[in-house]
């Protein structure tokens, strides 16, 4: 089958030829459809996110199941799928409390176990999510970060209706965010995003009816000022990926205001904390999904609530790493790839 991996000290991904995946008793085969790739794919493009010789990234994906191991109920050949990244253990604290991206014993579909870059992926049954044989392919692989994103909105501790949300990073993940807020009620919604994301700005305040302000020309607190009813936000989705920017969102925050840090991070920051302690404001980490998150998300993005255009192109599996370099360079926001 033609698949991607990574090999150490190499840039970028190497098209080969592999063998298709021997599944497992608790796993079944699936031939993937459609395939996206996200941003924590970038660092093992890039090789700041280590993985194992020879891994096959790749973790947003729809298929259809072609092989079925012998201990698993409720999936048949034929069926359509929708995995998620997340494979539990179900017996540690935090599964057992229902926190499965929490696991003690995580493993994640793409970065500890071959993923969706490929023809064909071996899926544990716990990650399936069975879907609509005519959902559309692009919509199915989109799903796993309106996941993350609907995941995010719910950590937060407030209700948010009538809220003034602040947006920091308008990639995949901070316009799914924006969307999902204003379908739990936000007042205003405020996205910030460098000169370099102006296209992507214009798309969110276009399509979303949301407002927006270039970091890098533009003064933040002004337009806060001039959006929220009380010149700061209630609440703020960190969505940059740049750990740096987090000290400078705490005194954007009104008092008992929340900040929600979506992204992962991969590089040190200092932070001065005393806005946090006066302020007596709330900072919420999130990560991933759980299970029945995954689930909503795919009723979200299934019956329409989700606004794709604009955010996602398509291209072919064989020219995925044409892909990579177009969404790194920002000539395009999301890239799924069809498998022919």
């Known amino acids: 089958m033609l698949a991607w991996q990574k090999h150490k000290g190499q840039y970028g991904l190497v098209k080969s030829e592999c063998d298709i995946p021997q599944i497992k008793s608790d796993e079944v085969l699936v031939k993937v459809l459609a395939t996206g790739i996200c941003g924590t ?55 057992i409390d229902g926190f499965e991206a929490q696991c003690e014993n995580l493993k994640e579909i793409g970065i ?60 995949p993940i901070g316009l799914y965010t924006a969307q999902v807020a204003k379908i739990a009620g936000a007042g205003k919604i405020l996205m910030a995003g460098t000169s370099a994301d102006k ?15 270039i970091t890098d020309t533009d003064d933040v607190y002004t337009k806060m000022n001039e959006c929220f009813k009380h010149g700061k936000a209630d609440i703020i989705f960190e969505c940059t990926g740049v750990a740096a920017l987090v000290g400078d969102m705490l005194p954007m925050l009104r008092p008992h205001g929340e900040l929600i840090l979506v992204s992962v991070y991969h ?5 001065t904390f005393l806005p946090a302690g006066r302020g007596e404001l709330t900072i919420k980490g999130t990560f991933c999904y759980t299970l029945s998150e995954f689930e909503y998300a795919i009723k979200l993005a299934t019956e329409g609530m989700i606004d794709f255009r604009g955010i996602v192109e398509t291209t072919t599996l064989d020219k ?17 790839a069809y498998c022919n």
Not at 131 to 159: H, N, R, T
Not at 267 to 271: E, G, I, K, P, R
């Open 199 to 213: 296209d992507r700005l214009a798309l969110a305040a276009t399509n979303y009816g949301v407002e927006t302000v």
């Open 267 to 271: 590089d040190d920051s200092t932070v």
């Open 112 to 171: 500890h176990i071959d993923g969706s870059f490929a023809e064909y992926v071996a899926v544990p049954q716990v990650s399936l999510h069975k879907v609509d044989m005519d959902l559309d392919l692009m919509v199915g692989a989109s799903i796993e970060p309106v996941a993350v994103a609907y995941s995010a909105v719910k950590k937060v501790s407030q209700f948010i209706a009538g809220k003034d949300v602040l947006v920091y990073g308008p990639g």
């Open 320 to 336: 995925l790493d044409e892909g990579f370099e177009k969404t790194m360079s920002k000539q395009a926001i999301k890239i799924v």
């Open 41 to 95: 794919d970038f660092g093992i493009y890039k090789g700041y996110r280590e993985v194992d010789e020879g891994l096959i990234p790749g973790h947003e994906f729809i298929g259809e199941i072609v092989e079925v191991g012998s201990s698993v109920t409720g999936y048949e050949i034929g069926d359509r799928v929708v995995p998620s990244i997340v494979i539990k253990c179900g017996t540690c604290p935090a599964c």
